[in-house]
């Protein structure tokens, strides 16, 4: 069921709210995407109510800013309050991953569980960044040269779809089958916001990696699941930072998916989320437990 909502300062957002079940909200990747997260949506449809939106600027939500890290967790909160959710569990995927854990930091009573998909830790993104520029480039093979040449000038919609259906297809492990993943993430092509994905990028190199934020995680006491692909492309150690200051964490690694774990081990990814929103911890039975 589709839904529109509306910010406190007038933008109106998609949403739209499928499944039956414990509360979860969706955080899709970006900055500057819309939500690809419908095959997720499935796969936890049985256990969960989920509810997917566009970030404010993205997809079927109005393109208006501002864009910052601060404007879209109010978004996400104004989500929170369309649904009449007083607590849920967020997911967020890559990207989106460092928005719920900012959402969870800032509000940390409204959070039962967070499950942190693909995300890049809590790490000044440098170090990672280097690392992945290469897996990246190592990973396109054949297309590196196409992409390269649309990545160098100014192109056409057409064209930024290829772009990102060529760049997309290096988060996929199985080569075979990577371009045909990537063109189903990129239809229907709503277009990428490259003015959200500049100003919440430069905000995340200012404001990631800091002491304040490594502090916040080591006291954050809301139950969080860490799910990784071991053949994404951004590395997994990058993550170890965020898995050892939170007090609080399991991790699952799926040994044969790239960074969109849930297409290439949909089992997996199912048994490990759908295990993790029914333990004690996030639905309030028990005591709370300590690291897993």
């Known amino acids: 069921m589709e839904e529109t909502i509306t910010t406190e ?6 949403a739209a709210r499928g499944g039956r079940g414990r509360p979860v909200v969706f955080c899709h990747g970006g900055p500057g995407l819309w939500d690809t997260l419908e095959d997720v949506a499935a796969l936890l449809s049985g256990v969960a109510t989920v509810h997917r939106w566009d ?81 990246l480039r190592a990973r396109m093979g054949d297309h590196l040269g196409r992409w390269l040449e649309l990545r160098g000038r100014d192109r056409t919609p057409a064209e930024d779809r290829e772009l990102s259906v060529l760049q997309w297809s290096a988060d996929f492990a199985d080569p075979a089958r990577a371009l045909e993943q990537a063109e189903r993430m990129a239809t229907p092509w709503l277009g990428v916001n ?28 809301v139950p969080t699941l860490i799910v990784d692909g071991a053949h994404d492309i951004r590395p997994r150690w ?47 039975a028990g005591s709370p437990g300590g690291r897993r």
Request: net charge negative.
């Open 9 to 14: 300062d007038g933008v109106e957002l998609w």
């Open 55 to 135: 970030q404010r600027g993205c997809g079927r939500s109005q393109r208006r800013g501002p864009y910052s890290m601060a404007r879209t967790v109010a978004d996400l909160d104004a989500v929170r309050r369309h649904f009449e959710l007083e607590t849920m569990v967020l997911l967020g995927h890559s990207w989106g991953a460092q928005l719920a854990l900012r959402y969870t930091l800032d509000h940390p009573e409204r959070v039962r569980g967070l499950v942190y998909v693909a995300g890049t830790g809590i790490d000044p993104g440098k170090p990672w960044g280097d690392e992945y520029a290469r897996n």
């Open 194 to 221: 490259f003015e959200c994905n500049a100003a919440i990028n430069a905000q995340d190199k200012r404001h990631w990696g800091t002491p304040e934020l490594r502090a916040g995680c080591e006291a954050l006491q």
């Open 238 to 284: 990058a993550v170890d930072s965020l898995e050892q200051a939170l007090p609080r964490v399991s991790r699952v690694v799926l040994r044969g998916a790239g960074h969109m774990p849930w297409v290439e081990e949909p089992d997996g990814f199912r048994s490990a989320v759908n295990a993790f929103l029914a333990s004690d911890a996030v639905s309030g």
